[in-house]
């Protein structure tokens, strides 16, 4: 492994393998500890990345020929092109990946096809790659079926390629949900449109991972090296999961299932105030292209204790995990790494020091885990 390692910066990803010689500012990152290799909990792991060259090679070529060119997803799969370290590592579903969760202590990942996905290609070509992916997929997981399991791909342009997906993946491959990596051409699922794609997730029982990705428009967030983490991603997965909300999906659906990464993407910090101003979208017609008014049956802090469950990705710190499982419930809240992103012994260890009782921090490891993706 290179020590000169891409810069990454525009997307976060400058630490993205911390402990190989980057350097980064610690700031509030984990103390040095140890993992607790006899720990009373699986560790599942459950936003895991990989890719395969196919698929990279099809978004570069329409990145290329300059077709999407306004498309910030698009131009940020092209980045992550060429960072072959990184590559390397998302494309890797063998000995190497479970060398790095033997190492960090990892019993199982939960494989997410990597941000942005099949969703910026164009809509055939977007179905055939997520067949593909989903069959890579389901090939790793029944070579290793106790350390993986995976989340289907599927392209949302192509809304009845979509609905097959998801019901082949759950159905025929037995994959534990699905994955998308928000907006797509800064559309999103609640634009009724792509109401049968929810219809289907709801009717297979397959909890929707929204993973971010790039904004649509990402000048602002360019001109401040704030494209990832830093302000891009999870404002764009904050329209994706409000908008589910406000567009009365829930209601429609109730057994609908989200998950939400990053802590919620900030989200349950606002529970309090989303109820407060719910009236400023509650009842108020013309939305979405000119849809009819729809008046929710709950506050808003309802669908995120009921059909919404976040995961602590990159984000091992335990002032933000125990505001969560108070307010959000301790079944609500899984363990996820984020890797190759993010991967750090040093947080592993944190979560086995972590100041929760041993029942709360079994769930949060390993239990809510199996319960939400059906392990
Ligand atoms: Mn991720």
Redesign the pocket.
Known sequence: MSDLLPDGSEFGLRGYLPERGVRRRIGLAPAKGEIDRNAPYKRIAT?E?WSFPELVEAQVSLFKSGRASDDGALAMASMFANMPDLQDLLFDLGERRIAHMDEFGIDRQLL?LT?PGVQVLEPEEGTRLARKANDIAAEACARYPDRFSALAAFQPQDVDGAVAEIERAMKELNFNGAVLNSHWKGRYLDEPEFDPILAALEANDAALYI??TSPWYTKPYKDRGMIGALGGFPHDVWIHTMGLILSGAFDKYPNLRLVI?HMGECMPLHLYRFDWMQSNADGVPGMRGGQPAVTLKHPISYYFKKNIWITT?GEGWEPAIKFCMDVLGPDRVLYAM?YP?QQSRDEVAAYDCLDISPEHKKMLMQENAERVFRL
Do not use: I, K, Q, W
Request: without cysteine.
């Open positions: 936003e990345a997410l941000s993973h971010p990464g990705s984020d992103y």
